[in-house]
């Protein structure tokens, strides 16, 4: 029964720890990466040095729990996306100016890209990318209230 138990914590996904195989390099452990305000803070869990991988999992949880309640960061397993590299400040939703339309994007809640645009030439600028916006709106609050 325990060893049940282990190997299935062992085979679960845990969010922003990644396990590390190199034969190469004979590195084997847990990459742990929490980014919280523009910084990351990131540590490698050897197995070798924690007693094995089973274990090297557990100190890597556990360093993730504490370093995110160090920064205030909320601990959830949920997919935020928290910034806006499109240039029109909305997360998600970007200008396409070549295609002349606003392009939307969002994670759906089975973790699958969901994209679709907005023609500016058919809604004109403004109500097309308010439209996009009210789709991405749509789109987010679906994610989140399926995985609550």
């Known amino acids: ?5 282990k190997q299935k914590i062992l085979l ?19 990459y742990v990466r929490v980014r919280f305000l523009g ?5 490698f869990f050897s ?10 999992l557990l ?3 556990s360093w993730r729990d504490k370093t995110e309640k160090k920064l205030g960061k909320v601990r959830t ?18 200008l396409n100016e070549k295609l002349n ?3 939307v994007s969002w994670v759906t809640h089975q973790g699958k890209q969901g994209k679709t645009s907005v ?18 709106q749509e789109k987010e609050k679906a994610r989140l209230e399926y995985s609550s």
């Open 1 to 5: 029964m325990e060893d049940e138990k």
């Open 12 to 30: 679960e996904k845990h969010k922003d720890i990644a396990r590390i195989d190199q034969e190469s390099k004979r590195t084997h452990g847990w």
């Open 39 to 43: 910084k990351t803070h990131s540590k």
């Open 47 to 56: 197995d070798k040095k924690c007693g094995g991988r089973y274990s090297s």
């Open 59 to 61: 100190s890597a949880i």
């Open 77 to 94: 397993n949920k997919h935020m996306v928290t910034v806006s590299n499109s240039g029109t400040g909305v997360v998600g939703v970007r």
């Open 101 to 103: 339309r606003y392009e």
């Open 119 to 136: 023609s500016i030439n058919k809604h004109g600028k403004k109500a097309a990318f308010l439209r996009a916006c009210s789709i991405r």
